[in-house]
């Protein structure tokens, strides 16, 4: 009897070791296979992605349309050359941005490159305020004054002014007025449509602002026959002020078709003729 009880402890023993053998086995494929999986996947993240196409996004095109997907890709097409194909890290993403941010009507641009195989190109474009026109040809500024010339593809829908611009930049021209007393002029000038912009009362009631001799305005309202002469562009709250007093006084006294010229170049007075 004591014989068979140290036989069955034997075989329970030599089936535990067994088992144990049998786990710790499977255990170790499970795991070299693991560690072989991970290994392959890393190598296959680690290889390099090459681009299979441009991803553009115009982020303000709901505002200007100056620039198009289809413009981006002439651009890099031209002045980059073949990036399709290339390694995702081998691509200039500096030289991408500076093609595109040559572009005048282009305020700023972002690229980058993403694990789907795309070029990726951000763009914002410049906002005009105003539209210079001559003789000559004509161009935007924005709101900090940066001029920029008009575009064939786009007419953006600002101000416009027109006549003896006291501006040495041609058609062309793109960038800050470097002359001081034309920087001055052009900074009053914004003032005068940055108001009118921001005014519930002024806000697209002028279709015409004429520049006369010396820089002074001259401006046609949408509608009656009336000429405001608004004089160089300073104090411009006081003069629209009484302007609107034109509106609300004179013409339901005098009748909408008595005047043709209204001025108030000089504080305190509105001349009618």
Request: aromatic share 10%.
């Amino acid at each position: 009897r004591k014989y068979r009880q140290i036989h069955k402890a034997y075989n329970r023993n030599a089936m535990s070791k067994t088992a144990r053998y049998i786990i710790n086995s499977i255990s170790a494929i499970l795991l070299a296979g693991g560690l072989a999986g991970a290994f392959l996947c890393g190598s296959a993240c680690r290889a390099p992605l090459t681009c299979t196409g441009l991803n553009v996004r115009i982020l303000d095109s709901t505002v200007n349309k100056f620039v198009t997907g289809t413009d981006v890709k002439r651009y890099l097409d031209k002045e980059y050359g073949t990036y399709i194909g290339l390694q995702l890290d081998s691509i200039d993403l500096c030289k991408v941005e500076k093609i595109v941010d040559s572009r005048s009507a282009v305020l700023k641009s972002e690229a980058f490159t993403t694990r789907d195989g795309k070029l990726n190109v951000m763009v914002t474009q410049r906002t005009p305020i105003v539209r210079f026109q001559r003789n000559d040809g004509g161009f935007y500024a924005d709101a900090k004054g940066y001029l920029f010339p008009l575009q064939s593809s786009y007419a953006s829908r600002v101000q416009i002014i027109d006549g003896e611009i006291p501006l040495k930049a041609n058609s062309g021209y793109k960038g800050m007025v470097t002359d001081p007393k034309e920087q001055e002029w052009l900074d009053k000038v914004l003032d005068v449509v940055n108001y009118m912009e921001s005014s519930k009362v002024w806000k697209d009631k002028i279709v015409q602002i004429t520049v006369c001799d010396g820089g002074e305005l001259k401006m046609v309202p949408r509608r009656g026959k009336e000429v405001f002469l608004f004089g160089q562009p300073v104090n411009i709250e006081d003069k629209f002020s009484r302007m609107e007093m034109y509106y609300s006084n004179i013409i339901p006294a005098k009748g909408a078709e008595t005047y043709t010229s209204v001025s108030v170049e000089y504080d305190g007075q509105i001349v009618c003729k």
